[in-house]
């Protein structure tokens, strides 16, 4: 079983559509990590977040931690053909070791 | 600075065999983590390494194996391979403090027959 549930798994939207992805979990994670992976690529970070009820932005993307750190939020505001790629939480526990998500599949559609 | 790199990139191996896959970190990165990737799956933790030492490890079989040398640089084994092991395994590295973030390569995706 998977420690961190992505829900949607699969998304396909139009240019210019908001869209959010949850990352969701009964742990608490110390910090936790998105990232975007493009096909026959390695998965690039994109931020981190540390604490509880911490938001972060990033241009059109919004990400939010839960209050008790154990689940997590990204929004993407007017999305583009250029964010379509595999998106991937991480939560940190004790030590090195890190749970990925399941990952949610975006399509931004022109 | 240059990235992570992975060698080799692509690898087609029978039932049986066993495969070697190397990962050089960021110069100056002392933790190594690998993971497996398929589409069931998703990402799975396999190990971790600093110093030469495995710190970490997650739920894999004996048959997969790794270490690191002096230079930071790791490889991982897989013996005695199976079908299922058909996977992309990602190289990750970070300086080595707890819980920093993570640099991927791009991967070597490992196809067995």
């Known amino acids: 079983t998977q420690l961190l549930e992505q829900s949607p798994q699969f998304l396909s939207i139009q240019e210019g559509e908001n869209l959010t992805v949850y990352c969701n979990s009964s742990s608490v994670f110390s910090s936790l990590q998105w990232y975007r992976q493009e096909p026959g690529e390695g998965p690039v970070l994109l931020v981190t977040?540390?604490?509880?009820?911490e938001v972060k932005k990033l241009k059109r993307l919004t990400f939010q931690f839960g209050d008790a750190r154990k689940d997590s939020s990204l929004h993407i505001t007017a999305a583009q053909p250029g964010d379509t790629g595999l998106y991937l939480c991480a939560g940190a526990k004790t030590g090195n070791q890190f749970y990925f998500g399941t990952g949610t599949s975006l399509t931004v559609i022109p | 600075k240059a990235g992570v790199t992975q060698t080799p990139r692509y690898l087609i191996k029978t039932r049986g065999q066993q495969v070697t896959l190397s990962c050089s970190p960021i110069s100056g990165h002392r933790s190594v983590s690998w993971y497996q990737q398929t589409p069931g799956q998703g990402l799975q933790f396999l190990f971790e390494y600093f110093s030469e030492t495995q710190r970490n490890k997650g739920n894999f079989p004996g048959r997969f194996s790794g270490r690191q040398f002096s230079n930071s640089r790791s490889e991982m084994n897989v013996s005695t391979l199976e079908l299922g092991d058909s996977a992309l395994y990602l190289c990750?590295?970070?300086?080595?403090?707890?819980?920093?973030?993570?640099?991927f390569g791009p991967g070597t995706r490992l196809l067995v027959l």
């Open positions: 977040v540390v604490t509880g009820g």
């Open positions: 990750a590295s970070s300086p080595g403090r707890f819980q920093e973030t993570q640099y």
